[in-house]
Structure formats: structure tokens, C-alpha cells
């Protein structure tokens, strides 16, 4: 899902969208068709169940859709079936629930190499799957480390510790034998020290190893041939590790790294796999290595053998400039004039590449689109701060409150009808929202 992420938390009903341009049947045949032949392919080999099934493919400047299956209100077109999204339902390679219907959403056009399409396709028909599987996240806690990660993984040493393992895990993939085991040996090493420095990132990653990490894995050995793996699984490293912000990028990298290190040598491990069980202890096993915590001088002498001095002057680096934004966010969305929304039966729609860890007070998000019972806000290179909890999307106050539509920098919010905005009880000069009741909402 590189470059947009949906969460849903629950379904809004919204009017449809006016007529737009449908997606061409003859070019959306050629995707179907391909995601047919490598699910079909499979044939239930990895997770013992079938990766085919209802597949969507949406455009999310139009909101125009096809399917492969039968939906009301669609247009048939030979085999597959033409439709208009509502205007306010978020659009983005992910699960998507639309009809009582759990679909592969895959956005339209496809973009990218046919390697990296094919991953797609199928690293979405595995998140269709999931919850077959028994991978379900349960509670707003861990909704919001599935959909933020944690916070940590972006501090300098968060950052500094995982590139380690990164670099260490790129060792292991590119040798054999002995010494891909002792490049094992060193990854878990670092990644076991990292655990003890940052305790409150080993829930969120390991949600994410399984929720993500899995179905990247799942995308690249059921998308691609054998000989291609490695290299895209090396591809993937790299994209990570150049992502802005790991809180929700690591598992290109970790997933991927560990899923091919255990295909090497135990095909069938994803059988045994539950929402309990480390990938990285998997490997450990498979591999006879025993992980003990590293003392601190030994994890130093371990990330120095994978380039750690380069390592630490490019993260000292960035936690400067990260200094000096948060500076600025702290001015900006905590101690100035602001407007808080709550974070209440929402849809989500974000770009995870463009997201800035912001300590203590969550996560500032700079394109982001948020629907919910007080309306709908479209953040585009502006500052929303959304918290830990994923209770509260804060933006600085506008400059006027009048109208159902403010604009603010970089923002734009559309109440819904009957919404007011109102002062913030808990903070001076600041607003909130007050929310109509559930009767008063719009209806589809």
C-alpha cells in the first residue's frame, strides 16, 4: 500500500457522486485477468486459502469503479460490473467493505512496473483474506497503532537501531550458509537491544510485521517468479529505509527480509502463523540461533560492522532538522489558537510517506483526507495533528468561523448540516466542534 492507506472504522452513508468517465472495460479486463491467473496460480499454496475473489478496482479522482462481481445499481459489462463510489468514501490500495462486500480495493490506473503491479494485486488479495485467517486487530488501541504505528520508530535511536537491523537482514539475504546465518545472528541481536531501549515500539511493530508485513510478503512470493524475489525483496528494503518516517513504512523492509530468509529453509512456516507469533523469532528458530539481549557496547560493535558510523551522523542530522519542525508544530497546533475535531466514527485516507512523528502529541499529517458525523476535512501540504489515542485531528484556528466551509492553511473543512463551531472548553481562545445528533445526518 505504498503511498496511501485507508482505515475504516466504521461505514458512513453519503450521497452518490454525479455521473463521471468510466474506467475503460478492455484496459481493467488486463488487470482482472492477471490478478486471476496468479491467484488461480497459487491455488490456496501458501495460506491454504484462495487469494481470488471480489476485486475493485477505483479511480480516486472520479470515484468511477468496476468489479468482478455483482453489485446493485451496477452497469454489467461482460463480465464485470460499472459503478460510481460516493463522493466521501476514501479510495486507496486496501480492504475495502462496500455492500456487505469485502473487496481487494486496487486504485485505478495501476502504476509502476509489472513486477511491482502484480505485488500490489496481490499483497491487497491477501488483505481481503485476513480476517479468514484469524489476523484481526481488535480494540481502538491497537487500531491506532495499525493505523499510525508507534511514534518511537522515528526518534533518533529508533531510527538508528532499525537501519542496523535493516543493513544486517540486507547481509543475510545477499550470502549463504554460515555466514547468512551469522548476519541472521546480528539482525536479531540489534533488533533485541532496540526492543529493551524502546519498549513501547514492540506492540506496534509487531502488529504491523503481521498485518503488513505478511501481506508484502504474500504480494511478492505469490506475484512473482522464484528468481525475481530476492531483488524485489532487496527493493523493498531500500524504499523503507528511504521512507521519511518508519513508524509505518518499516515493514517493507522487515516483513519482506524475514519472509524470504524463512522461505529458505522452512516453505510451509506461514501455516503456523497466528496474531501471537514474532516472524523474527520464526527465523530464529529456523535458523537454530538463540537471541540474547546485547549489552550496549556489544550492539555498538554490532551496528559498526553494518555501517553504523554513517548510520548515526545521517540521524543526527535528521533529528536537527526534525528539531526544528517540531518547533514549529508545537507553535503552531499546540500552543496557538487551534481547532479540534474528534476523531468519532471516522474514515481516514493518508499519504503514510508524509507523516511526522511529533513526540508525545502524536503524529502531524500533511495530505489527509477525514470524514465524520461533523463533516469532512481535506488536508493538502498543511499541518493536522492527529493524537496517540487517534482521538482528536487538531488544525490552527482560521481566520474566520463563518459558514459550513473554513479554510485554514492548507486545510479545508465542510461541516455537515446542523454542525457549530464552538469554544474549546479546555483551551483559551480555541474552538471545537459541536456535533448534530445522528437522526440530523444526510442520508444515502
Not at 198 to 224: K, Q, R, Y
Not at 366 to 394: E, K, Q
Request: a positive charge; proline letters at 6%.
Amino acid at each position: 500500500m505504498k503511498g496511501a492507506l485507508v482505515a475504516v472504522l466504521t461505514l458512513l452513508a453519503t450521497a452518490a457522486v454525479a455521473a463521471v468517465p468510466a474506467i475503460p472495460v478492455t484496459a481493467a479486463r488486463v488487470i482482472f485477468a492477471r490478478r486471476h491467473a496468479l491467484c488461480s496460480a497459487d491455488g490456496g499454496r501458501l495460506w491454504g486459502v484462495s487469494l481470488c475473489g471480489p476485486l475493485m478496482l477505483a479511480d480516486p479522482k472520479t470515484h468511477a469503479a468496476i468489479a468482478n462481481v455483482r453489485l446493485p445499481d451496477a452497469e454489467r459489462v461482460g463480465a464485470y460490473y460499472r459503478f460510481t463510489l460516493p463522493a466521501n468514501l476514501p479510495i486507496a490500495n486496501a480492504p475495502f467493505e462496500y455492500d456487505d462486500i469485502r473487496f481487494a480495493q486496487v486504485m485505478w490506473p495501476m502504476t509502476g512496473s509489472a513486477q511491482a503491479q502484480a505485488v500490489t494485486l496481490m499483497h491487497e488479495s491477501f488483505h481481503r483474506i485476513q480476517p479468514q485467517l484469524g489476523f484481526v486487530v481488535h480494540g481502538a488501541r491497537n487500531a491506532a497503532a495499525m493505523i499510525s504505528g508507534d511514534p518511537a520508530l522515528d526518534t533518533e535511536a529508533g531510527r538508528i537501531w532499525l537501519r542496523g537491523e535493516i543493513h544486517a537482514l540486507r547481509a543475510a539475504l545477499r550470502s549463504t550458509g554460515a555466514a547468512r546465518r551469522k548476519a541472521l545472528a546480528d539482525a536479531l541481536a540489534l533488533r533485541a537491544y532496540r526492543d529493551a531501549v524502546l519498549p513501547a515500539t514492540v506492540a506496534p511493530e509487531h502488529l504491523l510485521d503481521v498485518m503488513e508485513g505478511l501481506a508484502e510478503s504474500t504480494g511478492i512470493d505469490v506475484g512473482l517468479p522464484p528468481a525475481q524475489r530476492l531483488a524485489y525483496t532487496l527493493h523493498d528494503m531500500r524504499y523503507a529505509e528511504n521512507a521519511p518516517s518508519y513508524a509505518r513504512e518499516f515493514w517493507y523492509a522487515i516483513g519482506p527480509a524475514y519472509s524470504e530468509l524463512l522461505d529458505a529453509v522452512e516453505p510451509q512456516w506461514r501455516r503456523a502463523v497466528t496474531m501471537k507469533t514474532s516472524i523474527a523469532a520464526l527465523a530464529a528458530r529456523a535458523y537454530g540461533i538463540t537471541v540474547t539481549r546485547p549489552s550496549a557496547s556489544a550492539a555498538q560493535a554490532i551496528l559498526t560492522r553494518y555501517g553504523g558510523a554513517t548510520i548515526e551522523q545521517e540521524e543526527a542530522a535528521r533529528a536537527a532538522l526534525q528539531a526544528a519542525r517540531e518547533a514549529t508544530y508545537r507553535k503552531e497546533l499546540v500552543k496557538g489558537p487551534t481547532l479540534r475535531l474528534p476523531m468519532m466514527r471516522f474514515r481516514i485516507e493518508f499519504n503514510p510517506a508524509d507523516v511526522d512523528g511529533f513526540g508525545r502529541h502524536g503524529s502531524v499529517y500533511h495530505h489527509l483526507m477525514v470524514s465524520a458525523p461533523w463533516g469532512r476535512i481535506v488536508v493538502a501540504h498543511g499541518d493536522a495533528l492527529i493524537d496517540a489515542n487517534f482521538s482528536t485531528l487538531t488544525v490552527a484556528a482560521p481566520a474566520s468561523l463563518a459558514g459550513s466551509q473554513l479554510h485554514g492553511r492548507g486545510w479545508i473543512l465542510t461541516l455537515s448540516r446542523g454542525t457549530r463551531i464552538v469554544p474549546d472548553p479546555g483551551k483559551r481562545g480555541s474552538y471545537t466542534v459541536a456535533v448534530p445528533l445522528a437522526g440530523s445526518r444526510p442520508k444515502r
